[in-house]
């Protein structure tokens, strides 16, 4: 019998040695990334088979290799509060099964299947984890990078040149970090030396805040991406700070804006001297002067009691300021003490208590309940208090209250906390305020590129059913918006009416009384997010009208708008559908002949495979495949066969 080489069925391997490295070796050549989903070890299986002969030094008895994407969809349990979380599992059909030969001496591979239900380009490969990983020759040279003291993108920038191949920032974290730079922990910064660094950047902006003394206070710095940013994404801006850069002292405003995918995207940086009003409101002002596109602006989040509601009022007043939910709970509970207030323990509990309830209230009923209970309390100084300060300005602070307008569910500063966590991690080491700065600006361009790239490997759709109102809205809308959309589509099988009139309804909602009609709902989702509720839609579903409507959707969620200013026009999503459509169309055909060869008889089996497998080399290599049918005799049914032969 001859040998099968390669990684196909049939092949063996003498040790696992040899096996792992054929199957890398597999993988590269076929861009693709398996995990191991099931193995059993040689004693297990002994348990279950004592008397069968194994080869103690193979370690496993079964292995099974699945593609990246392979597993079950997840569906989550949850009730929709963190919609931006992402998954590979794609049910992918892809599996190769490896077990012992007869014998128990060698791994024999048993059975293949190479169909994906995604695309696998190229381009791609390099990019996935494994295919990420440094070999021993760059993480020598390593040591040459961390003597330059360079942060972990400039050691990916470095090394990725000398790869050849895109580095993630866990590849490159410099080992440096583990000595925990000490050197440079300075009580505050010459922003002095700032400047230069800054004003290189090309299209770059760059205003300097002085006092009466000519004293520089504080940087405004935005480059032509923010200003391109927050010129298409202007609605929401989310206005926080972070006051330590790995022991430099060095107050940091972050002003994001959200893009049409959902993901957070730098708008502006101010760095200050120190933290003070006065400083804030010049910076604030210059934003609105750089940037005309702050008069679209609907809503600041704000979440500090220098950069506050107050001020933002001051500056924009055509903006709704949004008081960040964390900082609301923290300031009731700093505020509401025993000391302060003059209350006993009890009283303190209890007035925590409705304060925390206000904050989550949904509507204007709730709130009126719990403030009828606040003055119910016998607390005149809380009471005080909460008309001096918080009170008149409930419609800043309560969450109920703050989605009546374009919000898109944004409650918190969470969005600024991880960005410039992420920051900070990677300009950890730094010798001078020159090269954070650069360092700073290096990790900006890395976020970005990232965020650019999770863009560009857009997955195929899953379990659509082509010209469904699902297929209709993902063409239409970016990933993140569609979604929101596909679950109010979901929750909108189960709405039911109150009343229904011919052009209202009265959804039952147990929250609140709503008014819907086919176009607009007074619930948070539809007003916060200017997407389709399932309110809407269900009203639309009885009424007999098409549940795909693009005008139900805002402009900024649909991927011309997304796509239009961040990438070549229409080239993206034109090749998005075109793929689609390509792979929608070969897979159906190859499933049909995986079905059609399964069903042949045995003896033919491998003759069939014989032919797939040269189709697949062929094409593989470029080639072009004529089919020639070839009568068989002797049989009682006329069969056909297709050799594949290499057209010259």
């Known amino acids: 019998m001859t040998q099968v080489t390669g990684f196909r069925v049939g092949a063996e391997f003498s040790s696992y040695s040899e096996l792992h490295r054929e199957f890398r070796r597999y993988q590269r050549d076929n861009s693709v990334q398996m995990w191991t989903k099931h193995s059993r070890t040689i004693e297990a299986q002994r348990r279950r088979a004592p008397k069968r002969p194994m080869n103690i030094a193979l370690k496993f008895a079964e292995i099974d290799y699945v593609c990246n994407h392979g597993g079950k969809l997840f569906k989550t349990k949850g009730f929709g509060k963190r919609p931006i979380q992402r998954t590979n599992k794609m049910k992918c059909p892809c599996i190769i099964k490896v077990r012992l030969s007869a014998d128990g001496d060698k791994f024999v591979v048993k059975e293949m299947n190479e169909s994906h239900n995604h695309t696998v380009p190229q381009e791609e490969e390099e990019r996935l984890q494994h295919q990420r990983l440094c070999v021993k020759a760059l993480r020598v040279d390593t ?91 202007p609605e929401v801006l989310l206005v926080g700070a972070t006051y330590s850069w790995a022991g430099l002292q060095l107050p940091t405003y972050l002003l994001l804006a959200i893009n049409g995918n959902g993901e957070s995207e730098l708008a502006s940086l101010w760095f200050l001297q120190s933290e003070e009003r006065e400083t804030v409101r010049q910076l604030l002002r210059i934003f609105r002067q750089k940037n005309p596109a702050a008069e679209g602006t609907r809503a600041v989040v704000v979440g500090s009691k220098v950069c506050n509601g107050e001020l933002v009022t001051d500056v924009l007043p055509h903006c709704k300021p949004l008081a960040c939910l964390a900082h609301t709970l923290s300031v009731f509970q700093d505020d509401v003490t025993t000391e302060k207030l003059h209350l006993t323990a009890g009283q303190q509990s209890q007035l925590l208590q409705i304060l925390h309830s206000m904050c989550y209230a949904t509507w204007t009923e709730d709130y009126d309940l719990l403030y009828r209970q606040l003055l119910d309390s016998n607390a005149e100084s809380a009471v005080d208090y909460f008309h001096k300060t918080w009170h008149g300005s409930r419609r800043q602070w309560v969450e109920g209250f703050k989605h009546e307008n374009e919000s898109y569910l944004t409650s918190s500063l969470q969005r600024v906390q991880a960005l410039s966590q992420r920051l900070a991690a990677t300009v950890e080491d730094f010798s001078n305020v020159t090269s954070f700065t650069r360092d700073l600006l290096k990790a900006v361009d890395t976020v970005r590129a990232e965020c650019d790239q999770r863009v560009l490997q857009r997955a195929p759709p899953a379990g659509l059913e082509d010209n469904s109102v699902e297929s209709f809205y993902r063409e239409l809308l970016t990933d993140f918006a569609f979604r929101r959309v596909q679950r109010e589509l979901e929750e909108a099988e189960w709405v039911s009416f109150l009343s229904v009139e011919a052009d209202r309804a009265w959804p039952v909602c147990r929250r609140r009384a709503l008014v819907t009609d086919q176009a607009s709902c007074q619930c948070a989702f539809r007003t916060s997010m200017r997407l389709p509720c399932r309110h809407v839609l269900a009203l639309r579903r009885r009424l007999g009208s098409d549940l795909f409507e693009p005008s139900l959707c805002a402009g900024r969620w649909t991927q011309e708008h997304f796509l239009g200013g961040q990438f070549p026009p229409a080239s993206l999503r034109e090749r998005d559908k075109v793929q689609q459509e390509r792979y929608r169309q070969a897979f159906k055909v190859a499933r049909k002949l995986s079905s059609l060869a399964t069903r042949c008889p045995a003896e033919d089996f491998g003759r069939c495979l014989e032919v797939m497998t040269a189709v697949t080399d062929i094409w593989a290599r470029g080639g072009q495949v004529q089919v020639t049918e070839i009568n068989v005799t002797g049989a009682t049914e006329q069969e056909s066969s297709s050799p594949a032969t290499e057209a010259s």
């Not at 470095?158 to 790869?163: D, H, Y």
């Not at 290189?200 to 710095?221: F, H, P, S």
Request: charged share 25%; aromatic share 6%; with cysteine.
């Open 143 to 233: 040591t040459s990078v961390v003597s330059l003291r360079s942060n972990g993108a400039g050691v990916k920038v470095q090394l990725g040149e000398v790869a050849g191949k895109m580095l993630a920032d866990e590849d490159a974290h410099s080992p440096a970090r583990k000595e925990k730079c000490g050197q440079f922990k300075v009580n505050k910064t010459d922003l002095e030396k700032m400047v230069p660094t800054l004003a290189a950047v090309k299209d770059g902006t760059v205003v300097m805040v002085v006092n009466k003394a000519n004293m520089l206070q504080a940087i405004y710095y935005q480059d032509g991406r923010m200003k391109q940013t927050f010129e298409r994404f």
